[in-house]
């Protein structure tokens, strides 16, 4: 909520003044989870800063448990919110598994398998509605994140960190190799994409067809084309 920053949070606080949750400022290191390189509990979060913003660093499909029980439900409480409050909250998810775990578009089991995503999901939602209530999530499309190739292939803020590889390919291995098996693991990515999205919807008609009175579960169709990204 910093502000004349361009975040949903300030776009509901001019209309409501009141409204309050969304992060301030910046932390000096990144909060990194990535699977089970996490710290414990809630010490991975700077709460002055992040205020109800649970998302961290590197974070899998796996990790949402951690992010919501750890953190984000009990700071809700901590905050005493009336019940009758209304809350918002955006959940999007799936580009680091996308980045880390693009072969299980083939393999079809274990982390980062179309089960194990929507199983995090369903966790997740069902933790936030018995815990949050009079609560509205937003599910965010995963993203096409193998177009970042192109995108970046040529621009010198991408260069090369070492000789063999084309991109600084160490935040997402599975988009950024080069030749055949970069084409591969590209193929790969957007197929797992497609599985994640499915899902996402499938939960989303699910939740809409419950009609609860105090919870509902949006579907955000990606709105954000990387290809087209511009950087700077």
Request: net charge negative; aromatic share 8%; charged share 20%.
């Given at each position: 909520?910093?502000?004349?920053?361009?975040?949903?949070?300030?776009?509901?606080?001019?209309?409501?003044?009141?409204?309050?949750?969304?992060?301030?400022?910046?932390?000096?290191?990144?909060?990194?989870?990535?699977?089970?390189?996490?710290?414990?509990?809630?010490?991975?979060?700077?709460?002055?800063?992040?205020?109800?913003?649970a998302a961290?660093?590197?974070?899998?499909?796996?990790?949402?448990?951690?992010?919501?029980?750890?953190?984000?439900?009990?700071?809700?409480?901590?905050?005493?919110?009336?019940?009758?409050?209304?809350?918002?909250?955006n959940l999007?998810?799936?580009?680091?598994?996308?980045?880390?775990?693009?072969?299980?578009?083939?393999?079809?089991?274990?982390?980062?398998?179309?089960?194990?995503?929507?199983?995090?999901?369903r966790y997740?939602?069902?933790?936030?509605?018995?815990?949050?209530?009079?609560?509205?999530?937003?599910?965010?499309?995963?993203?096409?994140?193998?177009?970042?190739?192109?995108?970046?292939?040529?621009?010198?803020?991408?260069?090369?960190?070492?000789?063999?590889?084309?991109?600084?390919?160490?935040?997402?291995?599975?988009?950024?190799?080069?030749?055949?098996?970069?084409?591969?693991?590209?193929?790969?990515?957007?197929?797992?994409?497609?599985?994640?999205?499915?899902?996402?919807?499938?939960?989303?008609?699910?939740?809409?067809?419950?009609?609860?009175?105090?919870?509902?579960?949006?579907?955000?169709?990606?709105?954000?084309?990387?290809?087209?990204?511009?950087?700077?």
């Open positions: 909520m910093d502000d004349g920053a361009i975040t949903i949070p300030n776009f509901i606080k001019h209309y409501n003044p009141s409204a309050t949750g969304g992060s301030r400022g910046s932390n000096i290191f990144p909060e990194i989870c990535f699977g089970l390189i996490c710290l414990p509990g809630s010490l991975g979060w700077n709460s002055a800063v992040d205020q109800l913003n961290q660093t590197g974070a899998l499909a796996s990790n949402l448990p951690h992010e919501v029980d750890d953190y984000l439900i009990p700071q809700v409480k901590k905050r005493k919110l009336p019940t009758n409050k209304f809350k918002y909250i999007q998810i799936g580009s680091n598994d996308l980045c880390w775990l693009c072969g299980q578009a083939a393999l079809e089991i274990g982390p980062g398998s179309a089960d194990d995503f929507e199983r995090n999901i997740t939602l069902e933790a936030l509605r018995k815990a949050i209530p009079n609560s509205v999530v937003n599910l965010l499309a995963v993203f096409k994140v193998s177009d970042i190739f192109e995108l970046t292939l040529n621009e010198p803020y991408c260069s090369k960190l070492l000789p063999a590889v084309p991109h600084k390919n160490l935040e997402c291995a599975c988009s950024l190799l080069g030749g055949d098996i970069g084409e591969a693991t590209r193929n790969l990515m957007d197929e797992l994409t497609n599985q994640y999205n499915e899902r996402l919807v499938k939960i989303a008609t699910e939740y809409q067809k419950k009609k609860y009175p105090d919870f509902a579960v949006l579907w955000q169709p990606e709105i954000v084309h990387l290809g087209s990204y511009p950087i700077q």
